[in-house]
DNA sequence: ACTCCATGTAAATGAATACTTACAAAATAC
DNA sequence: GTATTTTGTAAGTATTCATTTACATGGAGT
């Protein structure tokens, strides 16, 4: 992907910003042009389309996940610590940027235009194959059960992880949702203790 | 919830159908009318707005989910069984009706209008009573680990299913959910265990 | 000073959308 | 059989949205 100009990264900022305050259902290009003070027309300067905007977002979603998981699995560390530190990083993140979690959640709304669809499934994939990782060392270990089989273990952890993120959601950010994923947490490494 | 006409009827089922075919975003009433050879106009004799007709999907939903739940727990069967139970009626559920999936997991398109948001929540509740009532039953009979609150179980294990259906949405159905749903079956089933 | 290009604006365009209105016909009631 | 209510139609309206167009401006390079 190309460098962004100043431009481009304080648009990107803008329309994360809007996102996170009336959902990507607030994304438009009018709200955006309001937001950083120009004009549409002054948009399109800067990118080709809106879609154009919402891949620029994934992608950059896309870099974090990278930089944040690229050594996560390497380090020399136990494996349940690395699901702690999971748990805390995502809840922490999610709490803190609700943009990413309405981004990442609205795969109905992408179901129009295939590249977005795309690039969530990529998010999704650096994350499990993060995880799988832990898991199959974990297993080596024998800190974690080895009688259920790696792919399903990641579906359950995430699935769990996004359940919990979609409920704080729907009931409009009224619990602690710091909290309720360290119980989360608590109950997955009961569950995957051999 | 008032008794629905013969045209409601249609008009309703039709719009699932919609749904099912292109996602929330191919219901429109100018693809409604199309579709039952009706006018715009006379959508409007039968439902007051678009939002009263996806309120009353959401009320077929809770009626059926109703029906479904309603003796689930309270039968004389094991919990593990009734756990496999729910799972399989879920996934052929969901293989059978994407719609289903789609207007449940569409919340973000939801969140412009809250009554829309509430009754999936009163959905998602349903499924999560009757889930911590079989856990409950199955803690007592010793099916179930007791070690872990209820609350968590059941967010793990809705999680799981949700996770599962959502990758067979964004794959475009390219796989088989009843099988991926068996897989993920034996996982919890294992996971559960005492 | 002149040119050129990047960046901006104001206003339009065109398409989609939910919803309304004025009127007609058809079913129902009496 | 006539009046009334229900259900339909055709053609709007109003709004929102992404995107385009014609034109302006300011700065960089020569």
Not at 93 to 105: D, E, L, Q
Not at 121 to 132: G, M, R, T, V
Not at 137 to 163: C, H, P
Request: glycine share 4%; proline share 1%.
């Amino acid at each position: 992907m190309a460098e962004l100009s100043e431009r481009q990264k304080q648009i990107i900022e803008a329309a994360i910003e809007l996102i996170s305050e009336k959902s990507i259902q607030g994304l438009t290009i009018k709200n955006l042009a309001k937001k950083i003070e120009l004009t549409e027309g002054a948009i399109y300067r800067h990118f080709d389309s809106k879609v154009d905007i919402l891949l620029t977002i994934l992608f950059s979603f896309q870099d974090e996940a990278k930089k944040m998981l690229n050594d996560f699995c390497v380090a020399d560390i136990s494996a349940l610590q690395l699901i702690e530190n999971l748990f805390q990083h995502h809840f922490e993140y999610f709490a803190k940027k609700p943009a990413v979690a309405s981004v990442i959640f609205s795969e109905s709304i992408f179901q129009n235009d295939n590249r977005l669809v795309v690039e969530v499934l990529k998010i999704l994939d650096l994350h499990e194959q993060a995880l799988a990782c832990i898991i199959k060392k974990g297993k080596q270990t024998n800190e974690i059960k080895s009688t259920i089989a790696e792919k399903e273990l990641v579906r359950i952890i995430i699935g769990s992880i996004r359940y919990t993120v979609t409920k704080w959601r729907l009931s409009g950010y009224d619990f602690d949702l710091r909290k309720e994923g360290k119980l989360m947490l608590e109950s997955i490494k009961e569950l995957l203790k051999p």
